[in-house]
């Protein structure tokens, strides 16, 4: 039973360009959790997707920043034009069904921008 | 400031030392996670409290929630290197929300063997 799969592992960008960040949740979770780990700094979260709804996005940055949990396929976090102060550990989690006691962490995409 | 707060930010022990690390928060507790995170790569889920004076126990740590200090502590018996790590503590703070958890900084636990 695989656990949060997420995609890349490291991902390298440059200023101005888009990065994408994939999340699968586990088999039979349908609630999936966006978190960025700044350097020095915890874990804060960033959205809360449910398949095809936004559910919570409070703690996602006003531009650029962008999620989706499609039906079909993984949830993405999409970052565009990317600057310094994006480079971050992302990590997405998910949950079954009733809310998030039982999250489940992935191991991250860590973003660096060059 | 931070809404909750980790201490210490690191320690180094001897392997087999006992130790002690504390997660405080500044608002009300309604549910307490304990992580651990190697360097570099995801949490792992050690434990979740709910109820004051809760406490529980897997292998050689254990966890308790004081409701009222609205603190918990991680406790690792004849700590061994396989402990080392950053500990985090993550919460559900104040709105009861059930899902958007508040994480402290983590401790950065060193097992010298």
């Known amino acids: 039973n695989a656990g949060v799969m997420q995609n890349p592992r490291h991902l390298v960008r440059r200023r101005g360009q888009e990065a994408r960040l994939r999340c699968s949740p586990m088999?039979?979770?349908?609630?999936v959790y966006w978190y960025r780990q700044l350097p020095e700094e915890g874990l804060k979260f960033m959205v809360y997707l449910q398949k095809e709804n936004i559910i919570d996005e409070s703690g996602m940055p006003k531009e650029r920043f962008s999620a989706e949990f499609p039906k079909e396929g993984p949830s993405i976090l999409r970052i565009q034009q990317v600057v310094r102060g994006d480079s971050a550990a992302y990590f997405c989690?998910?949950?079954?069904?009733?809310?998030?006691?039982?999250?489940?962490f992935g191991s991250g995409t860590r973003l660096t921008v060059v | 400031s931070q809404e909750l707060e980790q201490s210490p930010q690191s320690l180094i022990v001897q392997e087999g030392k006992n130790l002690t690390i504390n997660c405080t928060s500044s608002k009300t507790l309604y549910g307490l996670y304990w992580y651990k995170q190697k360097y570099g790569e995801g949490l792992i889920f050690l434990m979740m409290l709910q109820k004051g004076g809760e406490e529980k126990s897997h292998e050689k740590i254990t966890a308790k929630l004081d409701e009222k200090k609205q603190q918990s502590s991680l406790h690792i018996t004849a700590s061994q290197p396989s402990h080392a790590g950053i500990y985090l503590c993550?919460?559900?703070?104040?709105?009861?929300?059930?899902?958007?958890?508040?994480f402290g900084k983590g401790t950065l636990l060193t097992v010298n063997p």
């Open positions: 993550g919460a559900d703070i104040g709105g009861g929300s059930n899902y958007k958890l508040t």
């Open positions: 989690a998910s949950s079954p069904p009733g809310g998030s006691y039982g999250y489940t």
């Open positions: 088999k039979g979770h349908s609630h």
